[in-house]
C-alpha cells in the first residue's frame, strides 16, 4: 500500500522528495500515475529499464573510484524518462480513510486466500 508505507516512512524521520519507480509496474503509464496521485508524490521513470544490472554498474563505478559519491554517479549516470506529477490527489485524499478501513478489514482474507496457493 504505497500511501502507508510513505507515511511510515515519512514518520521515522524520513523526507521523501520523489519515487523513482522501476520494474513491471513502472511500465504502465496508468498504474505510475494512480501511484503518483495516491501518494501525492512525484514518481521519475529512469531510461534504463535494468534497474539491477545499472545499479550494479553504478556501484562498481563508485567502488573503482570513478566517481566519489554515490549521488555523482547518479546525477551523472542515470537519465529520467517520464515524470509524472499527482493530479487527482485531493479526490483520492477524501476517500482515503474508507479505503485504509477497508484494506485493514480484509487482512485476514488476504492471508486466508494466499495460504490456498
Known amino acids: ?15 521523501i522528495n520523489k519515487i523513482i519507480s522501476v520494474g513491471g509496474g ?14 501525492n508524490q512525484i514518481i521519475e521513470i529512469p531510461e534504463y529499464e535494468e534497474a ?26 542515470v537519465t529520467i524518462a517520464k515524470k509524472y506529477n499527482p493530479v ?3 479526490e483520492y485524499s ?6 485504509t478501513a477497508l484494506y485493514h478489514s480484509l487482512e485476514n482474507v488476504y492471508h486466508l486466500n494466499a495460504n490456498r496457493l
Open 52 to 77: 539491477s544490472c545499472y545499479g550494479a554498474a553504478i556501484i562498481g563505478a563508485v567502488s573503482e573510484g570513478f566517481f566519489p559519491t554515490f549521488k555523482d554517479a547518479i546525477d551523472n549516470c
Open 1 to 15: 500500500m504505497p500511501t502507508e508505507k510513505k507515511s511510515g516512512l515519512r514518520d521515522s524521520g524520513v523526507k
Open 94 to 99: 477524501k476517500t482515503y480513510d474508507v479505503f
Open 26 to 39: 513502472a511500465k504502465s503509464s496508468i498504474w505510475t500515475q494512480l501511484k503518483s496521485d495516491f501518494t
Open 88 to 90: 487527482e490527489c485531493m
